[in-house]
């Protein structure tokens, strides 16, 4: 998967770099947490919403926890398959 942002001049001539919507509900901005992907709308970073659940917190509290909807943690796993899917892993030697 290849993104970029779309740097564009605002009226005091510096740079502003746009959010980025990479997948559904998950968007990424260079200001929220160092450009990781978040659940849109929020700070809240799609690895922690997947290592709370790995860590074997429920869904609907990972929901309670961070404000999300049901949507927002399926969001964030269907992004990670996503990811998963298109990697590949090679033998060396």
Do not use: C, H, Q, W
Not at 9 to 14: P, Q, T, Y
């Amino acid at each position: 998967m290849s993104e970029s942002f779309a740097p564009s001049m605002v009226a005091n001539g510096a740079l502003e770099v746009k959010v980025m919507r990479i997948a559904p509900r998950i968007v990424v901005d260079p200001a929220i947490r160092f450009g990781k992907p978040v659940i849109e709308g929020t700070r809240v970073p799609v690895e922690l919403v997947l290592g709370k659940l790995a860590a074997g917190m429920t869904v609907e509290t990972v929901m309670e926890d961070y404000a999300l909807s049901r949507e927002d943690v399926l969001a964030a796993l269907a992004y990670a398959a996503e990811r998963i899917a298109s990697e590949e892993i090679r033998a060396i030697g």
